[in-house]
């Protein structure tokens, strides 16, 4: 039972243009959502996260959207750069009280071509 | 400011064996959370333990795994008479305080049994 779904394994794109990567979930618990950049041989790095009272998020480059109706989210990444390649993983929690799991898609690999 | 030291980073082991991963948080941190990822698959959630206590272990398998995180010294997880499916990135992310966002993740053990 997958309960986040990034359903492109794989999104190439060319150097300044934009990046989105989707990701779903099926939980109607879920209310705090982030999203995780990781090189090879590299632990997750956190990227940016929104809470499910927001609908939108930026940090620079990078702005997360969140469609509540739909359970589904995406990150936007504007000017696509080179350094940007990576596996990028959506992440879901329910936050009662903090320190709840977060809960995984499969990932989806950002190839930016020069 | 050393990050979330893990060790060893690549680990082999004959099947029948013992797995030991640790993970030292980083300074000041006394929340860790172990995650799993096999491969093709996003970081499944273990266990989440503070000094001397666990807190979770809702994704721990119920045989074979155990963890601990003692007063002195770094969490560990065992993994007693590996089998080939518990091949495997195991990843450690430790925190300030109960919080389920902005973990800081090391960079792994990778584990293949033989």
């Known amino acids: 039972d997958q309960q986040v779904k990034q359903n492109s394994p794989s999104l190439s794109v060319q150097e300044g243009r934009i990046s989105i990567l989707n990701c779903d979930y099926t939980?109607?618990?879920?209310?705090?959502f982030l999203w995780y950049k990781k090189y090879p041989a590299e632990g997750p790095t956190f990227l940016i996260s929104i809470s499910s009272i927001k609908d939108k998020n930026e940090d620079g480059r990078f702005t997360v959207f969140l469609n509540k109706s739909a359970k589904h989210l995406s990150l936007h990444i504007v000017p696509s750069q080179p350094g940007d390649s990576a596996v990028y993983f959506c992440a879901a929690s329910r936050t009662q009280g903090g320190s709840e799991k977060l809960v995984f898609g499969k990932g989806t690999k950002l190839t930016v071509n020069p | 400011n050393a990050g979330v030291m893990q060790n060893p980073r690549h680990l082999v082991r004959r099947r029948g064996q013992e797995a030991r991963l640790r993970c030292s948080p980083m300074?000041?941190?006394?929340?860790v959370y172990w995650y799993r990822q096999l491969p093709e698959e996003g970081l499944k959630f273990m266990v989440y333990?503070?000094?001397?206590?666990?807190?979770?272990e809702s994704g721990m398998p119920k045989e074979r795994f155990s963890a601990e995180f003692p007063k002195e010294g770094p969490s560990i997880l065992r993994i007693q008479q590996v089998v080939r499916g518990d091949s495997a990135a195991y990843f450690c992310?430790?925190?300030?305080?109960?919080?389920?966002?902005?973990?800081?993740f090391g960079s792994g053990t990778r584990l293949t049994v033989v």
């Open positions: 333990l503070q000094k001397e206590n666990i807190i979770d």
């Open positions: 300074k000041g941190h006394s929340h």
């Open positions: 939980n109607s618990m879920f209310d705090y």
């Open positions: 992310a430790s925190s300030p305080m109960a919080t389920n966002y902005g973990y800081t």
